[in-house]
T-cell receptor, first 115, second 107 residues
Framework: GAGVSQSPSNKVTEKGKDVELRCDPISGHTALYWYRQSLGQGLEFLIYFQGNSAPDKSGLPSDRFSAERTGGSVSTLTIQRTQQEDSAVYLC?????????????FGPGTRLTVT | EDQVTQSPEALRLQEGESSSLNCSYTVSGLRGLFWYRQDPGKGPEFLFTLYSAGEEKEKERLKATLTKKESFLHITAPKPEDSATYLCAVQSQKLVFGQGTRLTINP
């Protein structure tokens, strides 16, 4: 079956511009996560959606970052007024979050470069 | 605060040379420990979940084990295609990742 997909795969933007990154989770997965991976760094949790519950936004680094998930499926991560330190790979993951399974399945990521 | 530390940061082995990667963790209320493989330019690929001390999982040349404080990923007779970064993560309230071990297998 289809895995998690993300678009675009690469995005180059000028400092100060807004960007939108898209994630299509695995069909039927109720949980969706966004992470950021900077060069040589581990994965940094950003935000988590579970069903119709309020999202866990505790990992968002600033108010320039926001995310939404429409219809319990596709998610968009928006970064406003981008800064050079926002350059990273943004990874999306989804999970079925059953009682016995917390495995997250990752998309290929979007490489964001802010010039 | 939940923490995950992986060692070594990088490991070079000859093809066929077995070794182990370490993942030490501190977490309140472990719901699972996960191993992922990440190839350059790709997202992490799920390998194993371990839930309780003493549990072991195997897949081809890889075997993951778990104690109350750490997990090991044993690689037996590795091949060059096993070269990748191996990530460990623990789940309590959130999934917390280690920095990874970059494994290189030379032919």
């Amino acid at each position: 079956g289809a895995g998690v997909s993300q678009s675009p795969s690469n995005k180059v933007t000028e400092k100060g511009k807004d960007v939108e990154l898209r994630c299509d989770p695995i069909s039927g997965h109720t949980a969706l996560y966004w992470y950021r991976q900077s060069l040589g760094q581990g994965l940094e949790f950003l935000i988590y959606f579970q069903g119709n519950s309020a999202p866990d936004k505790s990992g968002l680094p600033s108010d320039r970052f926001s995310a939404e998930r429409t219809g319990g499926s596709v998610s968009t991560l928006t970064i406003q007024r981008t800064q050079q330190e926002d350059s990273a790979v943004y990874l999306c993951a989804s999970s079925s979050r059953t009682l016995s399974s917390y495995e997250q399945y990752f998309g290929p990521g979007t490489r964001l470069t802010v010039t | 605060e939940d923490q995950v530390t992986q060692s070594p940061e990088a490991l070079r082995l000859q093809e066929g040379e077995s070794s182990s990667l370490n993942c030490s963790y501190t977490v309140s209320g472990l719901r699972g420990l996960f191993w992922y493989r990440q190839d350059p330019g790709k997202g992490p690929e799920f390998l194993f979940t371990l839930y309780s001390a003493g549990e072991e999982k195997e897949k081809e040349r890889l075997k993951a084990t778990l104690t109350k404080k750490e997990s090991f990923l044993h690689i037996t007779a590795p091949k060059p295609e096993d070269s990748a970064t191996y990530l460990c993560a623990v789940q309590s309230q959130k999934l917390v990742f280690g920095q990874g071990t970059r494994l290189t297998i030379n032919p």
